[in-house]
């Protein structure tokens, strides 16, 4: 049975792991037979978005504590991922990747990742363990695998994204909705996912093949 570490940067597209992509995740791989344990970095998140209007809202949250929603309450601190208990990385987007996880929605070009974020996904990079990447969550590999890897990726078709996430060092590769790039040099898998889809039945085509490519890279 495969072991798979799932990281998850809160609750919510705008401010926190995209739900659906999540879910969607966790779905595909309990129908695979996998054992999954989430994961969420145990710090404020970088602001809280009212999902109805979409304006910031004067309170805080913690991101482990809103990932929680997701998992019922089954959560581990991101400090506490090793990656020698798994087999197998998965990373769904949203916004929260890009803010919570790093700063590429803040910073663009310029962003760094966190430390424990790094820690953690850098881990099965060294062992090369396969790693699937998915919405905007693939702005992080090049922080991660280092630009001179140079690793295949892509977040669709969005061409300033496109153009910021090769900047920052990795091959950025077109790609449909409901499809995946694989980069079996580095085992790292990417899909769209909601940099695309526009409802659930697309996102969850790319996801569930991402799923799928990354338990098939388990050696």
Do not use: W
């Not at 710090?43 to 929680?68: D, L």
């Not at 090049?142 to 496109?162: F, H, R, S």
């Amino acid at each position: 049975m495969a072991k798979v570490a799932v990281i998850l940067a809160g609750c919510g597209v705008y401010d926190g792991a995209e739900i659906n992509e999540a879910v969607l995740t966790l779905l595909h791989l309990a129908k695979a037979g996998a054992q999954v344990q989430c994961f969420a970095p145990d710090q404020e998140q970088f602001h809280t978005i009212n999902h109805m209007t979409g304006e910031e809202m004067p309170e805080s949250r913690n991101v482990m504590v809103e990932a929680s929603r997701i998992t019922r309450g089954d959560i581990q601190p991101l400090t506490a991922l090793n990656a020698d208990e798994f087999d197998a990385l998965i990373v769904p987007g949203g916004f929260g990747a890009a803010k919570n996880l790093c700063d590429f929605a803040i910073k663009g070009t310029d962003a760094t990742i966190s430390n424990a974020m790094f820690d953690a996904c850098a881990q099965f990079a060294k062992s090369s363990k396969p790693a699937g990447y998915m919405c905007i969550a693939p702005a992080m590999i090049p922080m991660v695998y280092g630009a001179d890897a140079k690793v295949q990726v892509t977040i669709g078709n969005d061409v300033d994204t496109a153009a910021a996430i090769t900047q920052l060092g990795s091959v950025h590769i077109a790609c449909a909705v409901d499809d995946i790039v694989i980069d079996n040099t580095h085992k790292v898998v990417t899909t769209p996912a909601y940099m695309l889809a526009s409802n659930l039945v697309e996102a969850d085509a790319g996801i569930g093949k991402l799923v799928t490519a990354t338990l098939a890279l388990i050696e």
